[in-house]
């Protein structure tokens, strides 16, 4: 079954001391995911000031803004979609997460149309 990692990390101002993972942790996890054989697709996403907001008003009416103005402390900054047996595979694979440390983890399963 696949499962989507999404992984969200504290905003500046809620980060706390050390919490964050290094550059080398993420590597060590990132192969540690291709080479298990889960590794379905995963992205890193640009940095937040890059983002953009539309909304579309019940009239049709197209509003397109810069950044994404939630309001939130975690901003999504990645994630990885895996094929494993059950959510319980998942879940230990989301826990070994270096995001999982100092922001969060949602795990999600992929909905299956077909």
């Not at 989507?4 to 905003?11: A, E, G, K, Q, V």
């Not at 001391?17 to 080479?35: L, Q």
């Not at 590794?39 to 397109?64: F, K, P």
Request: aromatic share 8%.
């Amino acid at each position: 079954m696949k499962y989507m990692l999404l992984i969200n990390s504290l905003t500046d101002g809620n980060k706390p001391e050390g919490g964050e993972a290094s550059f080398e942790e993420w590597m060590a996890y990132d192969k540690s995911v291709r080479d298990s054989g889960v590794y379905v697709s995963g992205e890193s996403l640009a940095d937040l000031t890059t983002a953009t907001t539309v909304r579309v008003s019940a009239s049709g009416e197209r509003t397109v803004t810069d950044g994404p103005f939630a309001e939130t402390r975690e901003i999504l900054g990645g994630f990885y979609v895996i094929d494993v047996p059950d959510l319980d595979v998942a879940l230990d694979w989301a826990a070994r997460c270096p995001g999982s440390r100092g922001g969060s983890v949602v795990v999600r399963p992929v909905a299956d149309f077909g």
